[in-house]
């Protein structure tokens, strides 16, 4: 069992950055590989970033490759996401989810274990 608390939200200007980590409980953490998803109001939750149990295979939605960078220290039981040039159309909440098996990583449904989410605002 884990559980998970994002924090780094915030509000910022179009082409700032911000970077979101992720805090999971247990003793169990490097067991998961983890996810970050966005919620855009009134639309599902999309799929942003994924990273192996070890650190590696990290993988984007094309919406963030190239801007985005996902990371994570298993010593510090964190995943973080770093968010370079962002954009109006990057503001969403933000939730991290662990899974223990969640193939390339861009499926909701692999993952069981979910943040309560941070709130990201670009302003343009």
């Known amino acids: 069992q884990v559980s998970l608390v994002e924090s780094g939200g915030g509000l910022v200007q179009a082409g700032g950055s911000l970077r979101l980590s992720c805090a999971a409980s247990?003793?169990?953490?490097?067991?998961?590989?983890m996810g970050w998803f966005r919620q855009h109001p009134g639309k599902e939750r999309e799929f942003v970033a994924a990273i192996n149990r070890s650190g590696g295979n990290p993988y984007y939605a094309d919406s963030v490759k190239g801007r985005f960078t996902i990371s994570r220290d298993n010593a510090k039981n964190t995943v973080y996401l770093q968010m370079n040039s962002l954009k109006p159309e990057d503001t969403a909440v933000y939730y991290c989810a662990a899974g223990l098996s969640t193939g390339r990583g861009d499926y909701a449904g692999f993952y069981r274990h979910w943040g309560q989410g941070t709130q990201v605002t670009v302003s343009s």
């Open positions: 247990g003793r169990t953490f490097t067991s998961y590989s």
